[in-house]
T-cell receptor, first 111, second 114 residues
Framework: SQQGEEDPQALSIQEGENATMNCSYKTSINNLQWYRQNSGRGLVHLILIRSNEREKHSGRLRVTLDTSKKSSSLLITASRAADTASYFCATDRGGYQKVTFGTGTKLQVIP | NAGVMQNPRHLVRRRGQEARLRCSPMKGHSHVYWYRQLPEEGLKFMVYLQKENIIDESGMPKERFSAEFPKEGPSILRIQQVVRGDSAAYFC????????????FGSGTQLSVL
């Protein structure tokens, strides 16, 4: 079964607005990562946050992690049409444990 | 440094045939993952391999599916006696050894079973 569940499943916003996606997971984790997938392509790593971190920034991306609620959020500020893609969270439980992906949020940014 | 290479990009098989999907990890990467994705869905974990060793195959069906990552050469995902339900995109990812390493993905193999 999938470890993570993203919500919303789909999100449509105007260019320039902020986009927030959430990820909830079921078991304790060591790391949580966010990936992006353009239609028909492989996934691209965006950002990694460790279980002892609460917030991380990378350019226009901001990720938060709340281990007590078993949830994470990805914020994309000042969105662009090129941000249109599906976004997935992925978790691992440390050691040589598999990385499992959530169900994804499909983001559409309208120019 | 070439990225993760998967081939073929598209593979068409008739029911009952065998499908072999190849994945060459990035240089220096000794860990390989295989995932399956149906249209508009997330990635489903299949198998996690290290060179010459299967670390976790809990997501792979026990029958008809097998995976290997030999000391030399690419990782192979093999599906015997394919059925229509095997039609999907299969993605390979590689990572460096270590904990919490990010995954680098290939472009995937789209398998179509007629």
């Amino acid at each position: 079964s999938q470890q993570g569940e993203e919500d919303p499943q789909a999100l449509s916003i105007q260019e320039g607005e902020n986009a927030t996606m959430n990820c909830s997971y079921k078991t304790s984790i060591n790391n949580l990562q966010w990936y992006r997938q353009n239609s028909g392509r492989g996934l691209v790593h965006l950002i990694l946050i460790r279980s002892n971190e609460r917030e991380k920034h990378s350019g226009r991306l901001r990720v938060t992690l709340d281990t007590s609620k078993k949830s994470s959020s990805l914020l994309i500020t000042a969105s662009r049409a090129a941000d249109t893609a599906s976004y997935f969270c992925a978790t691992d439980r440390g050691g040589y444990q598999k990385v499992t992906f959530g169900t994804g949020t499909k983001l559409q940014v309208i120019p | 440094n070439a990225g993760v290479m998967q081939n073929p990009r598209h593979l068409v098989r008739r029911r009952g045939q065998e499908a072999r999907l190849r994945c060459s990890p990035m240089k220096g990467h000794s860990h390989v993952y295989w995932y399956r994705q149906l249209p508009e869905e997330g990635l489903k974990f299949m198998v996690y391999l290290q060179k010459e060793n299967i670390i976790d195959e809990s997501g792979m069906p026990k029958e008809r599916f097998s995976a290997e990552f030999p000391k030399e050469g690419p990782s192979i995902l093999r599906i015997q006696q394919v059925v229509r339900g095997d039609s999907a995109a299969y993605f390979c990812a590689s990572s460096r050894p270590g904990v919490g390493e990010k995954l680098f993905f290939g472009s995937g193999t789209q398998l179509s079973v007629l």
